[in-house]
């Protein structure tokens, strides 16, 4: 029974080594959990000794995604004529309409038309002139009734072949409508020079700058964007130049200085104007008060269409104007 005993007991498996094997299993999870971060960081070292100085400036400090614009900023006016269905490639002008830059002579290749104005600080491709106004005249007087006689009966009719010039008579009617003068008809242009000025809407010189595009055309032009607001801006800024005109002319012309005034204002999506600063002001008060007044005298504007409202994607627009004095 000893000897059996004996057998019985050898044949158990002893704990000691297994606890051995737990604590060096843990310790070598212990010793690996230490040495992985030191490895990466000692690896992070040899690597950067490898690395430029700009290299690791830019691991520093990472550049900034650049912001794209996706409208320019600066509006020109675009001919009709020269409107094309395909944008122009990096345009820095927007209008209604898209337009490539042009030249009437192409035989110099450049960037930009040559446009041969008077002035170098508004962008635009034609001049046009200021309509003159004309004074009112006072009405003629009435001539007086003529007396009443009796109707005859004309003795012969007109000759054969002479065209009868006297108007006819009026029937009289209730409709104080009838009677009315119709409007002018639209007088059209005689010369090419009065239908490109009716193209033309915006009052102002056209500049003067050097270059040369290898695309032909009649008339230069700029590389334009179109935009959903272009005519929106097209017809604020005809309103705002045809105001300050006037104002300007009814100032005497000596206490006119030459400068520029600039100012910001926020354009609502309701047409109002709010927020209006000075950021130049190289004039006098007087012209300074002329140029907000050509601004806040037409207001309000016209509310925005909903495709620039969408466009925009905000109810106000930071517009920026500026003022030429010369």
């Given at each position: 029974?000893?000897?059996?005993?004996s057998?019985?007991?050898s044949?158990?498996?002893s704990?000691?080594?297994l606890a051995?094997?737990?604590?060096?299993?843990?310790?070598?999870?212990?010793?690996?959990?230490?040495l992985?971060?030191?490895?990466?960081?000692?690896?992070?070292?040899l690597?950067?000794?490898?690395?430029?100085?700009?290299?690791l400036?830019?691991l520093q400090?990472p550049?900034k995604?650049?912001?794209?614009?996706?409208?320019?900023?600066?509006f020109?006016?675009?001919?009709?004529?020269?409107?094309?269905t395909?944008p122009p490639?990096n345009?820095?002008?927007?209008?209604?309409?898209?337009?490539?830059?042009a030249n009437?002579?192409?035989?110099?290749k450049?960037t930009?038309?040559?446009?041969?104005?008077?002035?170098?600080?508004?962008?635009?491709?034609?001049?046009v002139h200021?309509?003159?106004?004309?004074?009112?005249q006072p009405?003629?007087?009435?001539?007086?009734?003529p007396?009443e006689?009796?109707?005859?009966?004309p003795?012969?009719?007109?000759?054969?072949?002479?065209?009868?010039?006297?108007?006819?008579?009026?029937?009289?009617t209730?409709?104080p409508?009838?009677g009315?003068?119709?409007?002018?008809?639209?007088?059209?242009?005689?010369?090419?020079?009065?239908a490109?000025a009716?193209?033309?809407?915006?009052v102002?010189?056209?500049?003067?700058?050097?270059?040369?595009?290898?695309?032909?055309?009649?008339?230069?032009?700029?590389?334009?964007?179109?935009?959903k607001?272009?005519?929106?801006?097209a017809a604020?800024?005809?309103?705002?130049?045809?105001h300050?005109?006037?104002?300007?002319d009814?100032?005497?012309?000596?206490?006119?200085?030459?400068g520029?005034?600039?100012?910001?204002?926020?354009?609502?999506?309701?047409?109002?104007?709010?927020?209006?600063?000075?950021?130049?002001?190289?004039?006098?008060?007087?012209?300074?008060?002329?140029?907000k007044?050509?601004?806040?005298?037409p207001a309000?504007?016209?509310?925005?269409?909903?495709?620039?409202?969408?466009?925009i994607g905000?109810?106000?627009r930071?517009v920026?104007?500026?003022?030429?004095?010369?």
């Amino acid at each position: 029974m000893s000897v059996a005993g004996s057998e019985n007991l050898s044949s158990r498996p002893s704990a000691k080594p297994l606890a051995w094997a737990l604590l060096i299993s843990l310790g070598v999870h212990g010793i690996a959990l230490v040495l992985i971060p030191v490895a990466y960081t000692m690896l992070a070292i040899l690597a950067a000794r490898h690395l430029t100085a700009e290299q690791l400036k830019q691991l520093q400090h990472p550049p900034k995604p650049a912001v794209t614009q996706e409208l320019p900023l600066v509006f020109v006016e675009v001919d009709p004529s020269q409107a094309t269905t395909e944008p122009p490639k990096n345009a820095k002008y927007y209008s209604a309409q898209n337009a490539k830059a042009a030249n009437p002579d192409a035989k110099v290749k450049t960037t930009t038309p040559k446009i041969e104005g008077k002035q170098t600080r508004v962008v635009k491709t034609e001049t046009v002139h200021k309509p003159k106004a004309f004074p009112l005249q006072p009405s003629a007087p009435k001539p007086p009734a003529p007396e009443e006689k009796e109707e005859t009966k004309p003795k012969s009719g007109p000759k054969v072949g002479d065209l009868a010039l006297a108007k006819p008579a009026e029937k009289p009617t209730d409709d104080p409508q009838v009677g009315e003068k119709p409007e002018p008809k639209r007088v059209r242009p005689r010369t090419i020079a009065e239908a490109e000025a009716q193209k033309q809407t915006i009052v102002g010189e056209k500049i003067k700058q050097d270059g040369g595009v290898k695309r032909r055309h009649l008339l230069p032009s700029f590389d334009t964007q179109s935009s959903k607001f272009g005519s929106y801006d097209a017809a604020f800024i005809r309103a705002v130049s045809q105001h300050w005109y006037d104002l300007v002319d009814s100032q005497a012309a000596s206490s006119m200085r030459s400068g520029k005034v600039v100012l910001e204002f926020n354009l609502n999506y309701d047409g109002r104007i709010t927020d209006m600063k000075v950021l130049d002001g190289q004039v006098d008060e007087l012209l300074i008060y002329l140029c907000k007044r050509a601004i806040l005298d037409p207001a309000p504007f016209e509310k925005w269409p909903n495709e620039m409202r969408r466009e925009i994607g905000s109810d106000v627009r930071e517009v920026r104007f500026t003022f030429y004095y010369e």
